[in-house]
Nanobody, 121 residues
């Protein structure tokens, strides 16, 4: 059974930084892509950043230049470095991964349980 477990959220002052990590475990053949989404109260879930197995990254416009995504394919982990945090970055951050559980299986979307990031002004 595939599981995504996030860590690293918390409370930080504006201008501060956090590092989120997500570990994928279970029956895994390939993972592509891996990424982070966030959802603030009353808003839709939005892409923060994603990264393919070959290292191609994509960022949401509001975090470009401040956040950095990275992954360790050998450890099935994806990390998100959040710098220069703003109050509007406050949200629940979700890890996401497209996973094939076997050679003949199709990619399925998996989500973590979410980790709260709160930025105070």
């Amino acid at each position: 059974q595939v599981q995504l477990v996030e860590s690293g959220g918390g409370l930080v002052q504006a201008g501060g930084y956090l590092r989120l990590s997500c570990v994928v475990s279970g029956t895994i053949f390939t993972i592509n892509p891996m990424g982070w989404y966030r959802q603030a109260p009353g808003k839709q879930r939005e892409l923060v950043a994603s990264i393919t197995s070959s290292g191609i990254t994509q960022y949401g416009d509001s975090v470009k230049g401040r956040f950095t995504i990275s992954r360790d394919n050998a450890k099935n982990t994806v990390n998100l470095q959040l710098n220069s945090l703003k109050p509007e970055d406050t949200a629940v951050y979700y890890c996401n991964a497209g996973i094939r559980e076997g050679y003949y299986r199709e990619y399925k979307d998996f989500w973590g349980q979410g980790t709260q990031v709160t930025v105070s002004s």
